[in-house]
């Protein structure tokens, strides 16, 4: 069964920066790894998408140039790096993995001065 440990969610200023870590199981992004994200009542929301065994990339137009997705299949983990962040990008952001759809537990980010 996979299983998806999520970390680096805070509270960071606005025009701050972070890093979310996901770090899953063996068996874990074997096709995809996505983070998404949701706020207090929106849907959730696609943020950036990294194909395990290729090099392309997908972002959500409102994180283009400032987020950055990557990952190391050695330690079969997925990172977000978010810079100049704004209070928009208040949400609980999830990771997710393909085949199979699994999520983790969320990790709280919070933006605010």
């Known amino acids: 069964q996979v299983q998806l440990v999520e970390s680096g969610g805070d509270l960071v200023q606005p025009g701050g920066s972070l890093r979310l870590s996901c770090e899953g199981s063996?068996?874990?992004?074997?096709?995809?790894a996505t983070w998404y994200r949701q706020a207090p009542g929106k849907e959730r929301e696609l943020v950036a998408r990294?194909?395990?065994?290729?090099?392309?990339?997908n972002y959500a137009d409102s994180v283009k140039g400032r987020f950055t997705i990557s990952r190391d299949n050695a330690k079969n983990t997925v990172y977000l790096q978010m810079n100049s962040l704004k209070f928009e990008d208040t949400a609980v952001y999830y990771c997710?993995?393909?085949?199979?759809?699994?999520w983790g537990q969320g990790t709280q980010v919070t933006v605010s001065s």
């Open positions: 063996k068996d874990a992004f074997q096709w995809y």
């Open positions: 990294i194909r395990t065994n290729g090099g392309w990339t």
């Open positions: 997710n993995s393909q085949p199979g759809d699994y």
